[in-house]
């Protein structure tokens, strides 16, 4: 393959052709098959990165960028083979800006390592998807998590770009500036396009101040309408939310297994709150109160920063938590948002569906945002059970679009929510046609992914 | 002309060829010669506008969409001729769905409209750029105004829309979920695109709660950089500003002329504060106390309803108030956008430059975003004057990128700022034209504007 002789003279020893290099980047946390690559490049610089691309344009090979692998529709495996773009090696913080409140990081930035680097500023990150992804592989798939009600997904924390595109030219998209009516939104173009359009090597993202106060709780319901609705009309009432998480009876049950607790199996609310001392108070009073009118029982307040912690590390590891319910097998992650409104008609239409098919489905769910993720356990090298596992995840995309939502709130499309993209966006896929055509007319960059076959 | 033909056949009486109608969509509020359209359609439904578009594609002929007429770069000036496409009837609030935190407009609603359809619902739509814009002209512009540094822009509130395209089709872009990682996001590509790559038809847009209290304030400082450091440290702080804008002193004169008031001329910032009664008090004390530190004087409360709505409507008559600086001309109102830090060093370099080119510029600055406005006063007709104010205007364009920031925050493109595209955005503005290309091959959505000339 002469693209990987040419990409060798460039990068030498930082282009791996070796088979567990290879592997290591065609493996993903999901359930997709492994997709190793032809060979595997490490840049350093953006004139790297456009040399590479460069040559895949000159060969017409596949170019997939990787960040930390941890992406959940496999949008970083090399389906059609070519170059892994690893870009693990641009990680430097360039610039935090305090007066500001942004930073300037390379693609490979951790979200953990910038929040480790900004300690003393008085200001943080706040996008919190759960793993330790990269900052670019969390814009290139418009990540989200836990925190998105208050502070906003990557869509919101992203102010401006460096990306490599088809050709290897190199263009800057927004500005320092918070807002800005110059031009078409190339920014919020490339958020979210899981590195189809382009490469993003670097980004300036918002930083927001650390809350003078945090508080967190958790309390229980009797069903999963009334904490639903409970949480409409908290959301209706203004309290800045900073956290509010959804779990199911089936995640308690995980929880209980995996980290040792006996949570009452019941629909529970994970909670935090931010503010000047007073206003977490009055946060939580207003909560509780609102909570005490649908029901809400076993008000457990985390005040201390050690039982924070244990709170949102068994929410973080509901992953695994997931594991427990039946282990020796994988878990299919999905993932929906809806409407808050058709939340809890989603929520419970899963929850009985995975009954009908003789499935374990855990929910966790930003609930806030009306977003949330049912963890299917399966054994993939069951074609039955898969085959009923595949069957569910596309019965909970229909009941999210039947009720006004989207098939994907975080994780993205990548390869696995690629079949409902006609039904989700109707005649406007044409148009992303028209931009994918028009950014990537050989269809070099991450082929396979997001947009569906033709025909 | 036959498109004219084709679609009075379509809408009879609503398409006007009539010397008045015509003029006044070839009007408009800032200095731009007037540029009125051969026709003017009125369309009541998307069906029609799809009709519309087809017409025009037929016949190659210019198709400009019309709000309310007060864009300030001369976006809804038919330039070339062609059809003015009037979407005031189309002004039905279609849905207002107070769980979700959302209403379904059509393009022709305003904001104020809106509002009061949302009177007795407990919510509020904040997006607020002084005038009373429609709300598919602001989607257009993607305006903001004074309450965008605590709730967004219009890119951050709009969540989803219909359009028509510039072959006729009909789409809809994001859903009702409060997000999404489903494709390419067409809705932001679509937001600040000044109807250069389709013609939004409805439009989805966000809800707030409204605060239980609020509170205004004004207080002055010695100087601009005083001002401006104090608002840098009260960003930093978490105060979560609802407005926080800079009134420099020859504005200060400006108000004191326009609206009988006797404020002392320093430079001034007005706020507000939103939350709880508590929050509200605990805001103003920690705002008053950074204040403080940086030598703030005279600080006025207006805690009753009257007094805050005279303080604003006084702000949103900077405009006029501009006019009574220098009477018997008109107002040049430009824009920009630099990072917060670099503010201060902005709008001096601003007010230098006016004094040392002897102009009559009044600024007024939606600060906590880092954006600001200078009007200056200008007689179109004296060929001199007006070509020192558009040097006075490229100084201050060049200002922007210098520091970091963007040639225009809020106000949008259209005519004025076209020429400063391919500074700002070096080689991302060939991909700019590689979305019109694809979008509008033949070039009739709003020509003429946005983009420069190629060459």
């Known amino acids: 393959m002469s693209t990987i002789a040419d990409i060798a003279g460039l990068l030498g020893p930082r282009l791996s052709t070796g088979a567990s290099v290879r592997d290591q980047h065609?493996?993903?946390?999901?359930?997709?098959?492994?997709?190793?690559?032809d060979?595997?490049?490490?840049?350093?610089?953006?004139?790297?990165?456009?040399?590479?691309?460069?040559?895949?344009?000159?060969?017409?090979?596949?170019?997939?960028?990787?960040?930390?692998?941890?992406?959940?529709?496999?949008?970083?495996?090399?389906?059609?083979?070519?170059i892994s773009l690893d870009l693990s090696r641009m990680d430097r913080v360039l610039a935090i800006n305090t007066e500001d409140l942004n930073a300037v990081v390379q693609p490979g930035v951790?979200?953990?390592?910038?929040?480790?680097?900004?300690?003393?500023?008085?200001?943080?990150?706040?996008?919190?998807?759960?793993?330790?992804?990269?900052?670019?592989g969390m814009a290139a798939t418009r990540a989200s998590g836990t925190t998105a009600v208050r502070y906003g997904t990557m869509r919101e924390n992203v102010l401006a770009l460096q990306a490599v595109m088809a050709d290897g030219s190199i263009i800057r998209t927004g500005s320092q500036a918070r807002k800005s009516s110059a031009g078409y939104d190339l920014t919020h173009l490339l958020v979210g396009s899981e590195g189809t359009l382009g490469i993003i090597t670097e980004l300036t993202v918002r930083l927001h101040p650390l809350p003078e106060a945090v508080a967190a709780a958790t309390c229980r319901f009797a069903t999963v309408e009334d904490a639903v609705t409970c949480v409409i009309a908290?959301?209706?009432?203004?309290?800045?939310?900073?956290?509010?998480?959804?779990?199911?009876?089936?995640m308690v049950r995980g929880f209980n297994l995996h980290s040792g607790?006996?949570?009452?199996?019941?629909?529970?609310?994970?909670?935090?709150?931010h503010g000047s001392p007073t206003g977490v108070g009055e946060q939580a009073a207003a909560?509780?109160?609102?909570?005490?009118?649908?029901?809400?029982?076993?008000?457990?307040?985390?005040?201390?920063?050690?039982?924070?912690s244990a709170l949102w590390a068994m929410r973080h590891n509901a992953h695994y938590a997931t594991g427990a319910l039946e282990p020796g097998k994988r878990t299919l992650a999905t993932d929906v948002c809806v409407p808050i409104s058709k939340l809890a008609e989603a929520v419970v239409q899963a929850q009985q569906d995975a009954a009908a098919m003789g499935l374990t489905s855990a929910i966790v769910g930003h609930v806030g945002d009306g977003n949330f993720h049912c963890g299917v356990r399966v054994n993939p090298d069951d074609a039955e059970e898969m085959a009923r596992v595949m069957d569910f995840s596309g019965r909970l995309a229909e009941t999210a679009l039947r009720l006004g939502g989207t098939v994907t709130g975080e994780h993205g499309v990548g390869l696995g929510k690629r079949k409902y993209m006609a039904a989700e966006?109707?005649?406007?896929?044409?148009?992303?046609?028209?931009?994918?055509?028009?950014?990537?007319?050989?269809?070099?960059?991450?082929p396979g992914k997001m947009l569906p076959p033709e025909g």
């Not at 065609?26 to 690559?37: D, K, S, T």
């Not at 966006?425 to 991450?446: E, Q, S, Y």
């Open 110 to 136: 951790t979200r953990t390592r910038l929040n480790a680097d900004l300690r003393g500023t008085g200001l943080f990150f706040p996008v919190d998807p759960g793993a330790d992804a990269s900052l670019g």
């Open 261 to 273: 607790t006996d949570l009452p199996e019941k629909p529970h609310l994970f909670l935090e709150f």
């Open 234 to 250: 908290v959301i209706q009432s203004a309290i800045p939310m900073a956290r509010i998480e959804l779990v199911d009876e089936m």
């Open 287 to 308: 909560f509780r109160e609102i909570a005490g009118e649908f029901g809400a029982d076993g008000w457990q307040d985390a005040t201390t920063t050690e039982a924070r």
């Open 39 to 82: 060979a595997v490049a490490f840049p350093e610089t953006a004139d790297e990165v456009a040399a590479i691309v460069r040559a895949c344009a000159a060969h017409g090979t596949p170019l997939t960028a990787f960040g930390t692998g941890t992406s959940l529709e496999g949008q970083h495996l090399p389906v059609r083979g070519g």
């Open 425 to 446: 966006h109707g005649p406007a896929l044409a148009w992303m046609r028209a931009v994918k055509a028009a950014f990537d007319p050989l269809g070099i960059l991450n």
């Open 26 to 37: 065609g493996r993903n946390e999901a359930h997709y098959p492994p997709a190793p690559p």
